[in-house]
């Protein structure tokens, strides 16, 4: 079993850089996967970017490449997620996630974190 904690929301300025944090608990597969999701008001979840916690292949949605960064220390339990060159349009509910593999179906992820909000102004 895995508790995912977020931390890190918050409000930021179009243009500007944030940085969200996953820590989890307990141990689950033996290389999980670790993702970001966004979901914004009235659309479906979407995947943002994963991580393999073994090698630390990455992934990322067309949206997030270029601009946002997935990252994990693999002492600390944690991952983060750096998010440059924000636009209002990234604005949503940020939620991590564990799962056996790198996949954008959020139904292919097990564990989730209770979900940040992350805003943008225009």
């Known amino acids: 079993q895995l508790q995912l904690v977020e931390s890190g929301g918050g409000l930021v300025q179009t243009g500007g850089s944030h940085r969200v944090s996953c820590i989890f608990f307990?141990?689950?597969?033996?290389?999980?996967?670790m993702a970001w999701f966004r979901q914004a008001p009235g659309k479906a979840r979407e995947f943002v970017a994963g991580?393999?916690?073994?090698?630390?292949?990455?992934n990322y949605s067309d949206s997030a490449k270029g601009r946002f960064t997935i990252f994990r220390d693999n002492a600390k339990n944690t991952t983060w997620l750096q998010m440059d060159s924000l636009k209002p349009e990234d604005t949503a509910v940020y939620y991590c996630?564990?799962?056996?593999?790198?996949?954008?179906?959020?139904?292919?992820?097990?564990?989730w974190g209770q979900g940040i909000q992350v805003t943008v102004s225009s």
């Open positions: 307990g141990r689950t597969y033996d290389d999980p996967v």
């Open positions: 996630s564990a799962g056996p593999d790198i996949e954008m179906d959020p139904g292919r992820y097990t564990y």
């Open positions: 991580i393999r916690w073994i090698g630390g292949k990455s």
